[in-house]
């Protein structure tokens, strides 16, 4: 479930958050997170279903969102370009691990 959005769950918690009204709310909520979500649980390639059917409905909502603001627009570059520079964890489900992104520059700095 956390590799679906990876680190742009942050971004998608703010744009539910900016619709108004409940009812949009919950509309919001189900075209980013639910629809997606039910399809892909129903397949064996889980996390590529779900990138495949929630990746229009989040670019949508995000130019949507920008639109209407312009601080929005300036948060939305700032959480792009730091969800493209810094990738999310690796999991490894074999040997049930997780790999942190640049490990290698953490372990050649502090030793």
Do not use: C, Q
Request: proline share 4%.
């Amino acid at each position: 479930m956390v590799a679906w959005y990876g680190g742009a769950w942050i971004m998608v918690v703010v744009l539910i958050r900016a619709v108004d009204g409940g009812k949009r709310r919950l509309l919001a909520l189900a075209g980013l997170v639910g629809v997606p979500a039910a399809v892909s649980v129903m397949t064996l390639d889980g996390t590529r279903v779900f990138a495949a059917i929630a990746a229009m409905p989040f670019l949508v909502t995000l130019v949507s969102d920008a639109r209407r603001s312009r601080l929005a627009v300036e948060w939305n570059t700032i959480l792009l370009g730091a969800l493209l520079l810094v990738p999310a964890l690796y999991v490894r489900g074999d040997t049930r691990s997780i790999w942190m992104p640049f490990s290698w520059l953490w372990t050649h700095t502090m030793s």
